[in-house]
């Protein structure tokens, strides 16, 4: 099966301008995660869906960041407007709600740099 | 909060000898734990994880974990390393509620950079 799809794979702005990321899951998914991987540091979830629905965004800049999953499907994480603490990996991941619905399964990530 | 430590930043090993590398967790409720390893300019890939049951797991690539109750602990082992083993390895919880509620997040510890010397 195809695993996680992410793009870009890498991408450098200069602070204050906007970004955004695509992740498309492994197909049949319902449950889509974001997380940021800051160097040296384990991943961070940023946002959780379940579906085209929010479970969890406690952890999501909001001033800043936005996601969405409109059609229940692929997702897109935007930054807008970006800061230096923002260089990071940002990792998409995906899993079913049943069978391995306690495996995650990671997409290669998006290396951000922000300058 | 649920959360986990991995306490040594590095760990270094001869090929051919046993390895371990190092978790102890924090949860309120019985624990959801993984081991995911991570190599170069890739995402995260699944070892292996404990739900309930044996306490001795085993995973991909001939990994295997022990689930340590009274010591908090779900320790990563390899009877034997490999060169191919070096990775940065990481030891995870899943937060919130439970399996078909609330949110099932993985808290991550700070990651162990394996190296194997041949």
């Known amino acids: 099966e195809a695993g996680v799809a992410q793009s870009p794979r890498y991408k450098i702005i200069e602070k204050r301008q906007s970004v955004a990321f695509w992740c498309n899951p492994i197909?049949?998914?319902?449950?889509l995660y974001w997380y940021q991987q800051i160097l040296g540091q384990g991943p961070k979830l940023l946002i959780q869906f379940q579906n085209n629905g929010v479970v969890d965004d406690s952890q999501l800049p909001k001033d800043r960041f936005s996601a969405e999953r409109l059609k229940g499907v692929d997702s897109t994480l935007k930054i807008q407007p970006a800061k230096l603490e923002d260089s990071a990996v940002y990792l998409c991941?995906?899993?079913?709600?049943?069978?391995?619905?306690?495996?995650?399964?990671f997409g290669p990530g998006t290396r951000l740099t922000v300058l | 909060a649920q959360s986990v430590a991995q306490p040594e930043d590095q760990v270094n090993v001869a090929e051919g000898n046993p390895l371990t590398v190092k978790c102890t967790y924090s949860v309120s409720g019985n624990p959801y734990l993984f081991w995911y390893v991570q190599y170069p300019n890739r995402g995260l890939q699944f070892l292996l994880k404990?739900?309930?049951?044996?306490?001795l797991v085993k995973g991909s690539y001939g990994f295997e974990a022990e689930f340590n109750k009274s010591q908090t602990s779900f320790h990563l082992k390899k009877p034997s390393a490999l060169v191919s083993d070096s990775a940065l390895y990481f030891c995870?919880?899943?937060?919130?509620?439970?399996?078909?509620?609330?949110?099932?997040?993985?808290?991550f510890g700070t990651g162990t950079l394996l190296a194997v010397q041949p």
């Open positions: 404990y739900i309930t049951g044996d306490n």
């Open positions: 197909s049949g998914h319902a449950t």
């Open positions: 995870a919880v899943r937060g919130g509620g439970e399996y078909g509620g609330a949110t099932n997040k993985l808290i």
């Open positions: 991941a995906s899993n079913p709600i049943r069978g391995r619905a306690n495996e995650q399964f």
